[in-house]
Nanobody, 127 residues
Framework: QVQLVESGGGLVQAGDSLRLSCVAS????????MGWFRQAPGKEREFVAA????????YYADAVKGRFTISRDNAKNTVYLQMNSLEPGDTAVYYC????????????????????WGKGTLVTVSS
C-alpha cells in the first residue's frame, strides 16, 4: 500500500520560510510526477506546484511563483516544497500528491483521479 506522509507545516509569521517534505512508502515513485496542492478553510483544493518524474520540469501556480520551489530526491522517494516570503494568504492544509500522468496535476478535471494523496500538513501564516 502506497502512503504519502507530509511534514514540516507549522505556525509562522508573514515573511518567514518553511520547507515541507513528503515521503512516499510502499512503492518507488520515481516514475510518477509529484506535486503539492493546498486547501484553505472554506475554499476548494488548489494546485500549488508539480515536478516531473526526473525533476527536469517544474510548474507553479501564479500565486506562488518566485516564492515557492518544488524539488525531489528520487533516491529518498521524497518531494519537497520550499516556501519563502510566506503570506497570510498561504494559510492552508498542504497536500502531497503523485500520479503517473503529469497532466493530472495541470488539468483540474483530472485531479479526482490522482493516483495517490497524502493526508496533509497545516501551514498557518500570521500577519
Amino acid at each position: 500500500q502506497v502512503q504519502l506522509v507530509e511534514s514540516g507545516g507549522g505556525l509562522v509569521q508573514a515573511g518567514d520560510s518553511l520547507r515541507l517534505s513528503c515521503v512516499a512508502s510502499g512503492r518507488n515513485l520515481s516514475n510518477h510526477g509529484m506535486g503539492w496542492f493546498r486547501q484553505a478553510p472554506g475554499k476548494e483544493r488548489e494546485f500549488v506546484a508539480a515536478i516531473t518524474r526526473g525533476g527536469g520540469n517544474t510548474y507553479y501556480a501564479d500565486a506562488v511563483k518566485g516564492r515557492f520551489t518544488i524539488s525531489r530526491d528520487n533516491a529518498k522517494n521524497t518531494v519537497y516544497l520550499q516556501m519563502n516570503s510566506l503570506e497570510p494568504g498561504d494559510t492552508a492544509v498542504y497536500y502531497c500528491a503523485a500520479d503517473q500522468l503529469f497532466n493530472t496535476f495541470l488539468d483540474k478535471r483530472l485531479r479526482r483521479a490522482m493516483d495517490y494523496w497524502g493526508k496533509g500538513t497545516l501551514v498557518t501564516v500570521s500577519s
